[in-house]
């Protein structure tokens, strides 16, 4: 499929160089069929790219009918006012001849959402149509929505067409169940936010990082009352956004980057050129139009990539120095570079500009992906250290997180904060332990020289993990530190709900449960530090720059025979 878009785009660069109108003779007779010449210009071409003359022949006869369907529908508006629309369908129902769908623009977007659904097999409710980077909202007129004459519309998919999912029962079933599952998780992100927007002077902003924004030194920004509002739902869907991304939910990612593209543009430049935020978004909107294949439907993609790149050098310099200055090195900033001149080096290539995205796709990357690929194998000996030491997966990166990866100053946060992952514990291997200690862990501390009393109180609190209790007394002279003392009679997790407060209550959902159920969706999902979006395994882009630069490879040989 890359290949055919570079041959599509360097065909179409042919054509326009040589000012060839392939609608017209001797290309298409008047019966608007394909004439003789078309071959001709086929084999030219084919030895000037050296490729196959069929293959070529076959592209530059699609690119004529669409000019001359374009022609034609260019007509009919203007005598009729029915626009074409472009559809852009999924992956696995995709064509090598464009979808074109006529229609009128005073209807509601609902109304072109069936259309499409019947026109191309679809079930209505499980599909999501995204026009100029915005979701069809279904209550308003085309028009009204800046659909125009022309325009290109993404089909995004929630369950597979009926054709398919009759081909077996339970799979149509489990399908159905899905695109429910994912229409609810959307609805309930869009009310989590909206709820968390609205009651954002409740919420603590220790808790909740992302209402906090701050440049790159990580001092905070003051944000304008006006403005708050926007920015909180711009980088709450942002954060859900990308938390669909990791989990490869393209489908649904989509519409949550986009809102939050929406809502960023209700915020002043002068905020949106000091902090990292609103590129980040940038990338991840042409990185998930290209992992949903539908980078053509982004027709500013290149626009996107270049406010990415301009903002990233206000933020870190030229060369990055101010990272350097900053944090004493590029750090794992260097991922988002990666990320930019991948894109940037696959829309050249379809594009047909084989030597720019060579270009892209060398630079640096090479250096990055063994740094990165080092500081990953750094970070997980030393998780996997903390952890052995007893210290739950969440602890451990919180520490280490603080520590700027150092063991040790790690290790040291830990014992001086044992409140970081007490109760916070979701390590099985440690909330497995019995919250009365064995007389053998008791004894085991004693042997180390510490009080029965305090042996024993250290115990029930870290449920018998005889390590965190021996390094936590040993840190504190002997005893547990005041916040950690449980009352006499007192166990770290005796329920306090009685069976008549919990009868009273079961299996009744009232508004207030289904609004606190949607933000704490939200923030779930929210990331464990500020700098969690550069956290990254780079495994997709490993393959994909692989499989790029064997294209340009290509391109490069068959140059060289020329």
């Given at each position: 499929?890359?290949?055919?878009?570079?041959?599509?785009a360097?065909?179409?660069?042919?054509?326009?160089?040589?000012r060839?109108?392939?609608?017209?003779?001797?290309?298409?007779?008047?019966?608007?069929?394909?004439?003789?010449?078309?071959?001709?210009?086929?084999?030219?071409?084919?030895?000037?790219?050296?490729?196959?003359?069929?293959?070529?022949?076959?592209?530059?006869?699609?690119?004529?009918?669409?000019?001359?369907?374009?022609?034609?529908?260019?007509?009919?508006?203007?005598?009729?006012?029915?626009?074409?629309?472009?559809?852009?369908?999924?992956?696995?129902?995709?064509?090598?001849?464009?979808?074109?769908?006529?229609?009128?623009?005073?209807?509601?977007?609902?109304?072109?959402?069936?259309?499409?659904?019947?026109?191309?097999?679809?079930?209505?409710?499980?599909?999501?149509?995204?026009?100029?980077?915005?979701?069809?909202?279904?209550?308003?007129?085309?028009?009204?929505?800046?659909?125009?004459?022309?325009?290109?519309?993404?089909?995004?998919?929630?369950?597979?067409?009926?054709?398919?999912?009759?081909?077996?029962?339970?799979?149509?079933?489990?399908?159905?169940?899905?695109?429910?599952?994912?229409?609810?998780?959307?609805?309930?992100?869009?009310?989590?936010?909206?709820?968390?927007?609205?009651?954002?002077?409740?919420?603590?902003p220790?808790?909740?990082?992302?209402?906090?924004?701050?440049?790159?030194?990580?001092?905070?920004?003051?944000?304008?009352?006006?403005?708050?509002?926007?920015?909180?739902?711009?980088?709450?869907?942002?954060?859900?956004?990308?938390?669909?991304?990791?989990?490869?939910?393209?489908?649904?990612?989509?519409?949550?980057?986009?809102?939050?593209?929406?809502?960023?543009?209700?915020?002043?430049?002068?905020?949106?050129?000091?902090?990292?935020?609103?590129?980040?978004?940038?990338?991840?909107?042409?990185?998930?139009?290209?992992?949903?294949?539908?980078l053509?439907?982004?027709?500013?993609?290149?626009?996107?990539?270049?406010?990415?790149?301009?903002?990233?050098?206000?933020?870190?310099?030229?060369?990055?120095?101010?990272?350097?200055?900053?944090?004493?090195?590029?750090?794992?900033?260097?991922?988002?570079?990666?990320?930019?001149?991948?894109?940037?080096?696959?829309?050249?290539y379809?594009?047909?500009?084989?030597?720019?995205?060579?270009?892209?796709?060398?630079?640096?990357?090479?250096?990055?992906?063994?740094?990165?690929?080092?500081?990953?194998?750094?970070?997980?000996?030393?998780?996997?250290?903390?952890?052995?030491?007893?210290?739950?997966?969440?602890?451990?990166?919180?520490?280490?997180h603080?520590a700027?990866?150092?063991?040790?100053?790690?290790?040291?946060?830990?014992?001086?904060?044992?409140?970081?992952?007490?109760?916070?514990?979701?390590?099985p291997?440690?909330?497995?332990?019995?919250?009365?200690?064995?007389q053998?862990?008791?004894?085991?501390?004693?042997?180390?020289g510490?009080?029965?009393?305090?042996?024993e109180?250290?115990?029930?609190?870290?449920?018998?993990?005889?390590q965190?209790?021996?390094?936590?007394?040993?840190?504190?002279?002997?005893?547990?530190?005041?916040?950690?003392?449980?009352?006499?009679?007192?166990?770290?997790?005796?329920?306090?709900?009685?069976?008549?407060?919990?009868?009273?209550?079961?299996?009744?959902?009232?508004?207030?449960?289904?609004?606190?159920?949607?933000?704490?969706?939200?923030?779930?999902?929210?990331?464990?530090?500020?700098?969690?979006?550069?956290?990254?395994?780079?495994?997709?882009?490993?393959?994909?720059?692989?499989?790029?630069?064997?294209?340009?490879?290509?391109?490069?040989?068959?140059?060289?025979?020329?």
């Amino acid at each position: 499929m890359a290949q055919k878009k570079y041959l599509q785009a360097k065909l179409t660069q042919f054509l326009r160089e040589d000012r060839i109108q392939l609608w017209k003779p001797p290309y298409t007779d008047e019966n608007k069929e394909v004439g003789l010449a078309l071959k001709d210009l086929a084999k030219k071409y084919s030895d000037k790219l050296e490729c196959c003359e069929n293959e070529v022949e076959k592209i530059i006869e699609e690119i004529r009918c669409k000019a001359i369907e374009r022609g034609t529908g260019n007509e009919n508006y203007k005598t009729t006012g029915i626009a074409t629309i472009e559809v852009f369908l999924p992956p696995r129902l995709r064509k090598d001849r464009k979808n074109l769908l006529e229609t009128r623009l005073h209807i509601t977007g609902r109304e072109l959402r069936s259309k499409i659904a019947e026109t191309f097999g679809f079930q209505e409710n499980y599909i999501k149509i995204v026009i100029n980077k915005k979701q069809l909202q279904l209550g308003k007129a085309l028009d009204e929505q800046g659909v125009t004459h022309n325009v290109k519309a993404m089909v995004l998919e929630l369950k597979q067409s009926e054709e398919d999912a009759r081909k077996n029962f339970q799979v149509e079933e489990e399908e159905q169940n899905e695109a429910e599952l994912k229409e609810k998780r959307i609805q309930r992100t869009k009310r989590g936010l909206e709820i968390l927007a609205e009651r954002g002077e409740m919420v603590d902003p220790e808790t909740t990082p992302y209402l906090e924004i701050a440049n790159q030194t990580g001092r905070s920004i003051k944000i304008p009352p006006s403005e708050r509002k926007a920015l909180t739902l711009a980088m709450g869907y942002h954060e859900k956004g990308r938390a669909f991304l990791k989990r490869k939910e393209y489908g649904i990612a989509l519409p949550c980057l986009l809102d939050a593209d929406k809502y960023f543009c209700e915020c002043c430049r002068e905020l949106l050129d000091t902090v990292d935020n609103y590129a980040v978004l940038q990338l991840d909107i042409v990185w998930c139009y290209f992992r949903l294949e539908q980078l053509e439907c982004l027709d500013d993609a290149e626009k996107k990539l270049n406010l990415a790149q301009k903002c990233f050098k206000n933020c870190y310099g030229e060369n990055h120095q101010r990272l350097v200055h900053i944090k004493g090195n590029c750090g794992k900033e260097k991922v988002l570079f990666l990320r930019l001149y991948l894109l940037q080096g696959i829309r050249n290539y379809h594009s047909g500009n084989g030597e720019e995205a060579c270009e892209y796709l060398n630079k640096e990357l090479a250096q990055i992906r063994r740094e990165e690929k080092e500081k990953r194998r750094r970070r997980l000996e030393n998780i996997n250290s903390l952890k052995g030491m007893g210290y739950s997966t969440h602890a451990a990166k919180q520490a280490l997180h603080q520590a700027s990866g150092n063991l040790d100053a790690a290790l040291k946060i830990l014992l001086s904060n044992p409140h970081m992952w007490w109760f916070n514990d979701s390590d099985p291997n440690i909330n497995n332990h019995q919250e009365s200690p064995s007389q053998e862990n008791i004894d085991q501390l004693v042997y180390m020289g510490f009080d029965t009393g305090a042996a024993e109180a250290a115990l029930r609190v870290f449920k018998g993990n005889v390590q965190l209790a021996a390094q936590t007394l040993a840190h504190n002279g002997g005893s547990l530190p005041p916040d950690l003392q449980l009352p006499v009679d007192e166990s770290p997790s005796t329920p306090t709900t009685s069976l008549s407060d919990s009868a009273g209550t079961s299996g009744v959902s009232t508004d207030e449960d289904m609004e606190t159920e949607a933000v704490n969706e939200i923030l779930e999902d929210l990331p464990e530090h500020e700098e969690d979006y550069l956290d990254s395994t780079l495994e997709d882009e490993e393959i994909i720059i692989a499989e790029y630069l064997s294209y340009v490879e290509n391109i490069k040989s068959a140059t060289k025979k020329n």
